[in-house]
Structure formats: C-alpha cells, structure tokens
C-alpha cells in the first residue's frame, strides 16, 4: 500500500502563494498518474491538477494559470505550486497515486486563504 504524505498547507493572504509538498513511500516513477484534489466545506472533492507518468498535466479551470504540478523523481514527491490564490482556494488539499494496485490518498493538508 502506497503512503502519501502532504505537507506545506497554511494560513496565506490573497493574493499570496504557498508551495504543497506530496512524499509517496515508494518510487512515483512506477505511478501511471498522480494529482491534487481538494475539498472546501460544505462541497464535494474536485479535481485541481493531475501528471500522469508520460507528462500530460490537466488542470481545473479554476486554477489554470496560476496553480502548477510538478514532480521530482528521485525525491519522491509531486508538488503543487499555488499562486495568486484567493478566498475560494480555501480547502483541505489531498494528493492521490494511481498505480495497478489501485488509488491511493493521502491525509490531507489545509490551505486557508484570508485576509
């Protein structure tokens, strides 16, 4: 079972940016897609960013052209860069592996946009 692990969640003012971190417990190399979700109060999950293994990146339009994923191989860690964010970024953002085993998740970090 893959573990994921996010970190570099936080209280940030709008405008401002914050740089997610997602360590998985295995080579992310052998994952056929990786990605960020997330979920505000009161909302369902979305889909905010996914790579897959080959590189094709999707994005939310939402957060087209100011959120980026990346990832590091030989760290083992997908990232989200998230700039110019706004109140409506407040959520619990969770980072998911796709992989034969299945899909994993991790426990999420809180990202809170205020003033």
């Known amino acids: 079972q893959v573990q994921l692990v996010e970190s570099g969640g936080g209280l940030v003012q709008p405008g401002g940016s914050l740089r997610l971190s997602c360590a998985a417990s295995g080579s992310i190399f052998s994952f056929s897609a990786m990605g960020w979700d997330r979920q505000a109060p009161g909302k369902q999950r979305e889909m905010v960013a996914t790579?897959?293994?080959?590189?094709?990146?999707k994005y939310a339009d939402s957060v087209q052209g100011r959120f980026i994923i990346s990832r590091d191989i030989t760290k083992n860690t997908l990232y989200l860069q998230m700039n110019s964010l706004k109140p409506e970024d407040t959520a619990v953002y969770y980072c998911?592996?796709?992989?034969?085993?299945?899909?994993?998740w991790g426990q999420g970090t809180q990202v809170t946009v205020s003033s």
């Open positions: 790579l897959s293994s080959g590189g094709l990146i």
């Open positions: 998911s592996s796709e992989s034969n085993a299945g899909i994993s």
